[in-house]
C-alpha cells in the first residue's frame, strides 16, 4: 500500500513509518482487550484455549527454526527439552516395568542419553568429576 501511495520503494529508512503507522493503526485498546478475552489470559480462563486448538502447533513448537546453527551444546539441550515437553520422561532402558517404578534414582533414558551427548560437546567439563 505505502508503495503504491507515495511511488515510492519500502527502504530501511521509511520501514519505521509504515511500520509505526500500522502499529497505530491496528494495536488499540479494543483489539488488545478482544485478543486478551479470546486467548482465557484477562479474564483468566484456563479453558479458552484447547488441546484441539494447540494441535496445529504441535509439530512444530518444540523444533528450532532459527536462520543461525546452533552449537552442539544448544542443540543437545534442546533435543532433550523437546522430547520431554512431548512426551514426558521415558524410564532408562535398563528399567523393567515393575522392578524399579517407584525408585526415585532411576534415571529417565532422555536424561541418561542428554549426558552422553552431553560429553561429546564443548561442555564436557560439566559431565566430569573432576575440576576444572
Not at 519500502?10 to 479494543?30: Q, R, W
Not at 484455549?49 to 494441535?55: E, G, L
Request: charged share 15%; hydrophobic share 35%.
Amino acid at each position: 500500500m505505502y508503495e503504491r501511495e507515495t511511488k515510492k520503494s519500502l527502504t530501511e529508512e521509511s520501514f519505521l513509518l509504515v511500520y509505526g503507522t500500522a502499529h497505530t493503526c491496528t494495536i488499540t485498546e479494543d483489539t488488545v482487550h478482544m485478543a486478551s478475552c479470546k486467548t482465557g489470559v484477562w479474564p483468566l480462563n484456563p479453558n479458552a484455549v484447547t488441546k484441539d486448538m494447540m494441535a496445529l502447533s504441535c509439530d512444530t513448537s518444540s523444533q528450532c527454526c532459527l536462520s543461525i546453527p546452533q552449537p552442539s551444546l544448544i542443540k543437545v539441550i534442546a533435543k532433550m527439552m523437546a522430547t520431554l515437553t512431548v512426551s514426558g520422561p521415558s524410564p532408562s532402558p535398563n528399567e523393567s516395568d515393575t522392578a524399579h517404578s517407584s525408585n526415585p534414582f532411576v534415571i529417565p533414558a532422555i536424561i541418561s542419553d542428554t549426558f552422553n551427548s552431553l560429553c561429546k560437546t564443548s561442555a564436557s567439563f560439566l559431565t566430569t568429576s573432576s575440576p576444572v
